[in-house]
């Protein structure tokens, strides 16, 4: 359980805890109608005031919770989009046709003048984020990429819409009208460059065979023969 199920869960039984309290009262009076009038008309008015009081919490202070619940709400969005434009790594949501609908700061400053008059389409922009690598759902994809003379690995993830529909109960075809996929732009050229660096410095071990090879130690400077000894 998420911590957004969790959360709902707990408001939920904050609203209605007093409904069930209301009900358990109501059968109590009943039990003690059962035993004695006195009591259970004593009890009635208690149960009545209570109900008013509850009733007059439901009109009056209801609407101002869940008033604040939806400001907490867009503010956490706002939060979380916030975070996510000021995320040091480039960042885009697309549609499932990867038409660009959402970007951070860090992916507009990779991207260059030029392609960026293609921002609206992901593969006009990378050839090789061609729709065929696009993940399906609950699926992760990663792409290596060289753009702009930097190695890239791209890391492609499907996400539902939150809110708007609920996966258990939707079919297929609602899931993926509310889909969008995000992508991870993860800088390796730093990486690439110390792997080729690595492989170039390797120590490769051989041996020489020469016929001649007192003739050709003696044909080489005494300061060299060291070398080839």
């Not at 499932?96 to 991207?111: A, H, Q």
Request: glycine share 4%; hydrophobic share 40%; proline share 2%.
């Amino acid at each position: 359980m998420n911590d957004k199920k969790i959360l709902s869960w707990q408001i939920e039984k904050f609203l209605k805890n007093p409904i069930l309290s209301a009900i358990l009262l109501l059968m109590m009076v009943g039990i003690l109608f059962s035993q004695s009038t006195k009591s259970g008309v004593i009890a009635t008015v208690f149960v009545v005031i209570y109900i008013g009081i509850l009733v007059t919490y439901y009109i009056k202070l209801k609407p101002k919770i869940m008033a604040e619940l939806v400001q907490f709400a867009v503010e956490h969005g706002q939060v979380q989009k916030q975070l996510l434009k000021d995320l040091s790594l480039p960042y885009i949501l697309t549609d499932l046709e990867g038409g660009i609908l959402w970007y951070n700061n860090e992916f507009k400053e990779m991207i260059t003048k030029d392609d960026w008059k293609s921002k609206n389409h992901v593969q006009k922009i990378f050839n090789e984020l061609s729709k065929d690598t696009f993940p399906e759902e609950g699926e992760k994809n990663k792409v290596p990429l060289l753009y702009n003379e930097k190695f890239y690995s791209v890391e492609m993830k499907r996400v539902c819409v939150e809110g708007l529909i609920n996966k258990e109960e939707s079919g297929k075809e609602e899931v993926e009208a509310n889909s969008m996929i995000a992508f991870y732009f993860f800088n390796e050229t730093e990486l690439q460059h110390y792997i080729k660096e690595n492989k170039e410095q390797r120590l490769v071990a051989g041996l020489i065979y020469i016929d001649n090879y007192e003739e050709v130690l003696d044909s080489i400077e005494e300061v060299r023969q060291s070398l080839l000894v």
